[in-house]
């Protein structure tokens, strides 16, 4: 089995990005929301993605972004994969020019298997916590046990993920990646390096 690839979302900052990248994140991610605390604007992602090193993946995460409104985005920064993070249709996923992944906010007795043929045309599904009234970023992870073995696409699982339950996640799991937030950071939208470190460290060990 291949080493689970790895996604630090929520970068507000070069040097977050860059201690991201020097752990060996696959990936990093910007959220275009604006009532998250870890939003940023275009102009901010395009400068920290100008200074990041060849063969990391650039995420935009959105929440139900207005159709208009994202393609002029995507006309500014470089993204390299879409992160549909709110209650968005196939049909509305589709039509960017990007692969992109959508997210799946999990409760128990859920259906993750259906849900997930719902979207055939997404490169993968992440898989986040359900909780009311907020559409992510909640730091609270669901029951991995009802996470599929046999999914038709790729599965990210996210939600709640820190440097000491990430280890217990791939073994119980085996996603094909995993995605964090909160769980690395200092403060809301501020990265710590050694957290992200020994998250990415514990992820593969
Ligand atoms: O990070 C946010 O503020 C956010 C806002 C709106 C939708 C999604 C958001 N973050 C994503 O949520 C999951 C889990 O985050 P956490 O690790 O539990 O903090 C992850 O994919 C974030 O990218």
Redesign the pocket.
């Known amino acids: 089995m291949s080493a689970v690839r790895i996604?630090i979302?929520?970068i507000t900052r070069i040097e977050d990005a860059l201690a991201a990248v020097a752990a060996g994140a696959d990936a990093i991610?910007f959220?275009f929301?604006a009532?998250?605390?870890?939003?940023v604007t275009p102009a901010q992602a395009r400068s920290i993605i100008a200074a990041l090193p060849p063969f990391v993946t650039t995420v935009g995460?959105f929440?139900d972004m207005p159709r208009a409104e994202l393609r002029q985005l995507l006309g500014e920064v470089p993204l390299d994969l879409l992160?549909f993070?709110?209650d968005e249709s196939a049909e509305d996923c589709a039509g960017f020019g990007r692969p992109y992944i959508k997210?799946l906010r999990v409760k128990p007795g859920d259906d993750i298997a259906a849900a997930v043929s719902r979207y055939p045309e997404a490169s993968g599904l992440?898989l986040?916590?359900y909780v009311p009234g907020?559409?992510?970023?909640?730091?609270?992870?669901f029951d991995w046990s009802l996470v599929p073995q046999d999914a038709a696409k790729p599965l990210?699982l996210?939600?709640?993920?820190t440097p000491d339950n990430v280890g217990e996640a791939v073994r119980q799991v085996r996603p094909y990646a995993v995605?964090?937030?909160?769980?690395v950071?200092a403060a809301?939208g501020i990265k710590d390096a050694a957290k992200i470190q020994a998250f990415i460290q514990r992820a593969r060990s």
Request: neutral net charge.
């Open positions: 996604k979302c929520g991610g959220v929301y009532k998250s605390p870890r939003a995460l929440v992160q993070h709110g997210a992440l986040d916590t907020v559409p992510g970023g909640t730091g609270e992870a990210i996210a939600g709640g993920l995605d964090v937030s909160g769980g950071e809301k």
